[in-house]
């Protein structure tokens, strides 16, 4: 049994303990207590002569009565001593007389003059019994330390961490150059001195999650070899007031007394919102932690050779004060890796991961546009428990392309039954997709199309880029809408009826529609002008009560424009599909049977080029013949 578990158990037993012994002393205490009742019934068994024996204590009262004709002794408290003893004075003489044969036993007061003193045991044995249980569910908990450390920064022992240097970090050249010089002057220090050089006070890593912030700020510390002091924002912010503001002040003592030394505070907008974002007028804890963290950064006290390192996700809604120069002097973007920097992020994580021949890293960071580094990381982690699974002792390429597919839309669901309605529905589906993306100059090749589900999706087209382009053109965005409804238009036109297998679809292609037209000034009937705020999400504190800059005029012309785009986007598509409808009946038919396609096939199946061994009554098999004949016929 481990430490840990031997004290909780320890404590337990002796909760059960201290629990039994408390009710046997209320029992014991309750059992034995003499009843308290009316005077007349206790001297009526002195006039009735039933009395044997009695003995009375005149330091509490209780009186213990031997009565003739019973064994059991009845406890009574008197109410009146003085009284009681002047009407029973004369009882031993009449009870002899009357009972020569039995005469009165024993007739004895017995005197305790510290009986105040013993009716205080129980109430003491209570109470220390009640502060030895609070003790131990402290102790149980671990609420003991936080009680009185209310104040302290939560700070983790960094003693036994793994130390990180600018080697692990891969793909973030530029990011890695802007920080050599926090570790050079950390290092360094009189050189910049002497020179009149100052070192930025904090930096502030902004980038979307996965990206590597975190990773950085060891890096930064590991190559300096000092102090790191890492602690999250929402570390700072507690039920009781003022417990934010003193962690601030705790951390920076810390900081300074093993000066030089790295903070880092993760996730700062936790604590470092916009202030004023309150809508009522009570006070808020987390303005005044952030009031105290602008004190510490920059105020009347220095903090020399104590860096600040601050990562977030959403810059827009920080405080200005918190990010002008002599706090955050230098901010630096730590965006999405780009091709060069996705295949350097794959050889760090893959260099305890065996690879086989076939696995070649630069067409993985092509087809992984978007991936942040964590994103990287769990791709080999998936493709390394694939192999495993399979009891491979290295990863093939066949393992990359399925954690690929399973990172972006999850894991083949091949257990589900599905109709063959609904599975022709997907293939039409999931072909219109591809033919559209084919026919389209600016969309990229496709890479694979399946009916097999994957999380909440019936089916996918995935496309691989070729390369990363920084702009996106007004006609590439336009043709993504085309692509966008090239399953609907084909169940449209092949099908009965439609279905909601493109509500996604639909979604992704007016919210690009909607950014074209407010965003990126693309309708030439609008013109160049943004309308609305260029941020989707709302910050309550900021935005609220602003309203839109745009009248209700604009605002109809606005929805009349973004539908104008959606329907000459599927016209767009329905020409492209009714032109290749026999490549359409024919990818939807080859995935009905096989499920799935990858591009090297469907570039050869566009072109004519696909051999595959069908049966002759497979309806494949039937439109090929028939379109073999009609080549002849017109030959």
Same mark, same amino acid.
């Given at each position: 049994?481990?430490?840990?578990?031997?004290?909780?158990?320890?404590?337990?037993?002796?909760?059960?303990?201290?629990?039994?012994?408390?009710?046997?002393?209320?029992?014991?205490?309750?059992?034995?207590?003499?009843?308290?009742?009316?005077?007349?019934?206790?001297?009526?068994?002195?006039?009735?002569?039933?009395?044997?024996?009695?003995?009375?204590?005149?330091?509490?009262?209780?009186?213990?009565?031997?009565?003739?004709?019973?064994?059991?002794?009845?406890?009574?408290?008197?109410?009146?001593?003085?009284?009681?003893?002047?009407?029973?004075?004369?009882?031993?003489?009449?009870?002899?007389?009357?009972?020569?044969?039995?005469?009165?036993?024993?007739?004895?007061?017995?005197?305790?003059?510290?009986?105040?003193?013993?009716?205080?045991?129980?109430?003491?044995?209570?109470?220390?019994?009640?502060?030895?249980?609070?003790?131990?569910?402290?102790?149980?908990?671990?609420?003991?330390?936080?009680?009185?450390? +209310?104040?302290?920064?939560?700070?983790?022992?960094?003693?036994?961490?793994?130390?990180?240097?600018?080697?692990?970090?891969?793909?973030?050249?530029?990011?890695?150059?802007?920080?050599?010089?926090?570790?050079?002057?950390?290092?360094?220090?009189?050189?910049?001195?002497?020179?009149?050089?100052?070192?930025?006070?904090?930096?502030?890593?902004?980038?979307?999650?996965?990206?590597?912030?975190?990773?950085?700020?060891?890096?930064?510390?590991?190559?300096?070899?000092?102090?790191?002091?890492?602690?999250?924002?929402?570390?700072?912010?507690?039920?009781?007031?003022?417990?934010?503001?003193?962690?601030?002040?705790?951390?920076?003592?810390?900081?300074?007394?093993?000066?030089?030394?790295?903070?880092?505070?993760?996730?700062?907008?936790?604590?470092?919102?916009?202030?004023?974002?309150?809508?009522?007028?009570?006070?808020?804890?987390?303005?005044?932690?952030?009031?105290?963290?602008?004190?510490?950064?920059?105020? +009347?006290?220095?903090?020399?050779?104590?860096?600040?390192?601050?990562?977030?996700?959403?810059?827009?809604?920080?405080?200005?004060?918190?990010?002008?120069?002599?706090?955050?002097?230098?901010?630096?973007?730590?965006?999405?890796?780009?091709?060069?920097?996705?295949?350097?992020?794959?050889?760090?994580?893959?260099?305890?991961?065996?690879?086989?021949?076939?696995?070649?890293?630069?067409?993985?960071?092509?087809?992984?546009?978007?991936?942040?580094?964590?994103?990287?990381?769990?791709?080999?982690?998936?493709?390394?428990?694939?192999?495993?699974?399979?009891?491979?002792?290295?990863?093939?390429?066949?393992?990359?392309?399925?954690?690929?597919?399973?990172?972006?839309?999850?894991?083949?669901?091949?257990?589900?039954?599905?109709?063959?309605?609904?599975?022709?529905?997907?293939?039409?589906?999931?072909?219109?997709?591809?033919?559209?993306?084919?026919?389209?100059?600016?969309?990229?090749?496709?890479?694979?199309?399946?009916?097999?589900?994957?999380?909440?999706?019936?089916?996918?087209?995935?496309?691989?880029?070729?390369?990363?382009?920084?702009?996106?053109?007004?006609?590439?965005?336009?043709?993504?809408?085309?692509?966008?409804?090239?399953?609907?238009?084909?169940?449209?036109?092949?099908?009965?009826?439609?279905?909601?297998?493109?509500?996604?679809?639909?979604?992704?292609?007016?919210?690009?529609?909607?950014?074209?037209?407010?965003?990126?000034?693309?309708?030439?009937?609008?013109?160049?002008?943004?309308?609305?705020?260029?941020?989707?999400?709302?910050?309550?504190?900021?935005?609220?009560?602003?309203?839109?800059?745009?009248?209700?005029?604009?605002?109809?012309?606005?929805?009349?424009?973004?539908?104008?785009?959606?329907?000459?986007?599927?016209?767009?598509?329905?020409?492209?599909?009714?032109?290749?409808?026999?490549?359409?009946?024919?990818?939807?038919?080859?995935?009905?049977?096989?499920?799935?396609?990858?591009?090297?096939? +469907?570039?050869?199946?566009?072109?004519?080029?696909?051999?595959?061994?069908?049966?002759?009554?497979?309806?494949?098999?039937?439109?090929?013949?028939?379109?073999?004949?009609?080549?002849?016929?017109?030959?």
């Amino acid at each position: 049994m481990s430490p840990k578990k031997s004290k909780g158990f320890l404590a337990y037993i002796l909760f059960i303990v201290f629990i039994v012994l408390g009710i046997w002393f209320v029992a014991s205490q309750f059992s034995g207590k003499a009843k308290t009742t009316e005077y007349s019934e206790i001297i009526v068994h002195f006039d009735n002569y039933e009395v044997k024996s009695y003995t009375l204590d005149l330091g509490s009262g209780e009186l213990v009565l031997q009565l003739r004709d019973g064994n059991n002794k009845i406890r009574y408290n008197v109410p009146n001593i003085n009284i009681f003893l002047e009407d029973t004075k004369d009882y031993r003489k009449e009870y002899n007389a009357k009972y020569p044969d039995q005469p009165l036993e024993q007739d004895y007061y017995k005197i305790n003059d510290n009986t105040w003193l013993l009716s205080l045991v129980p109430t003491l044995i209570m109470v220390i019994i009640a502060v030895v249980f609070i003790y131990m569910m402290m102790r149980q908990t671990g609420a003991g330390g936080k009680y009185n450390n +209310f104040g302290k920064a939560n700070l983790k022992n960094q003693a036994n961490a793994r130390k990180a240097t600018f080697a692990d970090v891969a793909g973030a050249d530029e990011e890695k150059q802007e920080l050599e010089e926090i570790v050079d002057f950390l290092k360094h220090s009189n050189k910049y001195k002497e020179i009149g050089a100052k070192i930025p006070k904090g930096v502030l890593l902004v980038g979307p999650p996965g990206t590597g912030k975190t990773l950085l700020a060891r890096a930064v510390a590991g190559e300096a070899g000092c102090p790191f002091f890492p602690i999250s924002g929402s570390d700072f912010v507690e039920m009781f007031v003022g417990v934010g503001a003193s962690r601030v002040r705790d951390l920076f003592e810390q900081a300074k007394k093993h000066s030089p030394s790295i903070i880092f505070i993760d996730e700062i907008d936790a604590v470092g919102r916009h202030r004023g974002a309150g809508l009522g007028g009570g006070h808020d804890e987390r303005e005044q932690t952030l009031n105290q963290l602008l004190v510490e950064m920059d105020g +009347f006290t220095g903090n020399e050779s104590v860096i600040v390192i601050a990562a977030t996700n959403r810059r827009d809604i920080l405080d200005p004060a918190l990010l002008r120069p002599g706090r955050f002097d230098r901010q630096i973007v730590v965006g999405y890796p780009d091709v060069k920097g996705r295949e350097e992020i794959l050889k760090v994580h893959s260099k305890n991961k065996p690879l086989a021949p076939d696995v070649d890293l630069k067409i993985i960071a092509k087809t992984t546009q978007g991936f942040t580094g964590a994103d990287l990381e769990n791709l080999l982690n998936e493709a390394a428990l694939l192999a495993a699974r399979a009891n491979r002792r290295a990863i093939v390429e066949s393992d990359i392309e399925e954690a690929t597919l399973k990172v972006i839309a999850g894991p083949e669901k091949k257990s589900r039954v599905v109709t063959e309605r609904d599975k022709k529905i997907t293939a039409y589906h999931e072909a219109g997709h591809a033919i559209a993306a084919y026919n389209l100059k600016t969309q990229d090749k496709v890479h694979q199309v399946t009916v097999i589900q994957r999380g909440m999706a019936a089916g996918l087209t995935m496309t691989r880029p070729t390369n990363d382009n920084s702009h996106v053109s007004r006609t590439q965005m336009r043709e993504s809408i085309v692509m966008m409804l090239g399953g609907r238009c084909a169940e449209a036109l092949v099908l009965d009826d439609i279905c909601t297998g493109a509500s996604n679809d639909i979604e992704r292609a007016t919210a690009t529609a909607r950014n074209m037209v407010t965003k990126y000034g693309f309708s030439e009937k609008l013109g160049t002008v943004v309308y609305g705020s260029d941020n989707d999400e709302v910050f309550l504190g900021k935005d609220y009560g602003h309203t839109r800059n745009y009248s209700e005029a604009v605002a109809s012309e606005i929805d009349a424009e973004i539908k104008n785009i959606i329907t000459n986007a599927y016209q767009e598509c329905e020409v492209i599909l009714t032109a290749n409808m026999d490549k359409l009946h024919e990818l939807a038919e080859y995935l009905i049977r096989y499920e799935k396609i990858d591009g090297d096939d +469907f570039e050869k199946l566009m072109k004519g080029e696909l051999e595959y061994t069908l049966d002759d009554d497979d309806d494949i098999s039937v439109k090929k013949n028939l379109n073999s004949e009609e080549s002849e016929n017109n030959n």
